[in-house]
């Protein structure tokens, strides 16, 4: 992640006036300046439409005013920099999800997972590290699982514990799927049959040792190879099946 494009003097004059205080307990008691249109929605949502377009690198403060009109040092009045405006940006995403009606923990945690996958294909920048910033309406999402999980029998550590699985699944399955889109898009291919036409050259020089008899048989026999929704719903419905016998629910 780049660093902080803000002088060390200005951060620690804002640290000693905030008190320790967090991002969201500064701007939950921040009065709006006089004539400004300037505004933290309007900042992370300038801020996500770069990072879609062209990858979080390239969300970097000047560019943000650039992109919002304003002088370079106006954002700097709601957050400190680039890792806060990030948990801005994540927020900002979180807040446009929608959060399924409780219908059953299992039915929630499935529409709730299909969802995420959909929100982070949407803003890929967020597979890594954006991913544990914690912010207010990423918390709706515990929230509601947990408020789900509740009169199951479980407790309170099974049931972060059940969270946490679903959760690990969706982000591995996601950032993976992410991995190869990106790396399709660097060598310009268009679909999984162009993919395998360019690793073929690998693919062919390791499968002739021999030594992995049963992926190649995968490779002549699968049709669902580049069916990824088909491959995330399966493995997550492995998952609950598996929640589902241990924790007995």
Request: charged share 25%.
């Given at each position: 992640?780049?660093?902080?494009?803000?002088?060390?003097?200005?951060?620690?004059?804002?640290?000693?006036?905030?008190?320790?205080?967090?991002?969201?307990?500064?701007?939950?008691?921040?009065?709006?300046?006089?004539?400004?249109?300037?505004?933290?929605?309007?900042?992370?949502?300038?801020?996500?439409?770069?990072?879609d377009a062209e990858g979080l690198d390239a969300v970097t403060m000047r560019r943000l005013a650039t992109e919002l009109?304003?002088?370079?040092?106006?954002?700097?009045?709601?957050?400190?920099?680039?890792?806060?405006?990030?948990?801005?940006?994540?927020?900002?995403?979180?807040?446009e999800l929608a959060l399924p009606e409780e219908t059953g923990w299992?039915?929630?945690?499935?529409?709730?997972?299909?969802?995420?996958?959909?929100?982070?294909?949407?803003?890929?920048?967020?597979?890594?590290?954006?991913?544990?910033?914690?912010?207010?309406?990423?918390?709706?999402?515990?929230?509601?699982?947990?408020?789900?999980?509740?009169?199951?029998?479980?407790?309170?550590?099974?049931?972060?514990?059940?969270?946490?699985?679903?959760?690990?699944?969706?982000?591995?399955?996601?950032?993976?799927?992410?991995?190869?889109?990106?790396?399709?898009?660097?060598?310009?291919?268009?679909?999984?049959?162009?993919?395998?036409?360019?690793?073929?050259?690998?693919?062919?020089?390791?499968?002739?040792?021999?030594?992995?008899?049963?992926?190649?048989?995968?490779?002549?026999?699968?049709?669902?190879?580049?069916?990824?929704?088909?491959?995330?719903?399966?493995?997550?419905?492995?998952?609950?099946?598996?929640?589902?016998?241990?924790?007995?629910?």
């Amino acid at each position: 992640m780049p660093a902080q494009e803000r002088p060390a003097k200005q951060g620690e004059k804002e640290g000693k006036e905030g008190g320790g205080a967090t991002l969201w307990e500064r701007l939950e008691r921040q009065a709006a300046a006089p004539r400004s249109t300037l505004s933290p929605h309007r900042i992370a949502a300038s801020a996500v439409r770069v990072a879609d377009a062209e990858g979080l690198d390239a969300v970097t403060m000047r560019r943000l005013a650039t992109e919002l009109g304003v002088a370079p040092m106006a954002a700097y009045r709601y957050v400190s920099g680039k890792d806060e405006l990030i948990e801005l940006m994540v927020d900002f995403v979180y807040g446009e999800l929608a959060l399924p009606e409780e219908t059953g923990w299992r039915e929630t945690m499935r529409t709730l997972a299909l969802r995420l996958r959909a929100m982070v294909l949407q803003h890929p920048w967020m597979a890594g590290t954006a991913v544990f910033a914690l912010t207010p309406h990423q918390l709706t999402v515990p929230e509601r699982v947990l408020a789900t999980l509740r009169g199951q029998g479980l407790g309170a550590d099974a049931m972060m514990a059940v969270f946490r699985t679903v959760s690990a699944y969706v982000h591995g399955a996601v950032d993976s799927e992410i991995a190869l889109l990106r790396l399709m898009q660097e060598r310009g291919w268009s679909d999984g049959d162009d993919t395998r036409a360019g690793l073929a050259p690998q693919m062919s020089s390791v499968m002739r040792t021999g030594r992995y008899p049963a992926y190649e048989a995968y490779m002549r026999e699968a049709t669902r190879k580049d069916d990824m929704t088909w491959q995330f719903e399966t493995g997550l419905d492995c998952v609950l099946d598996g929640i589902a016998t241990r924790m007995g629910i």
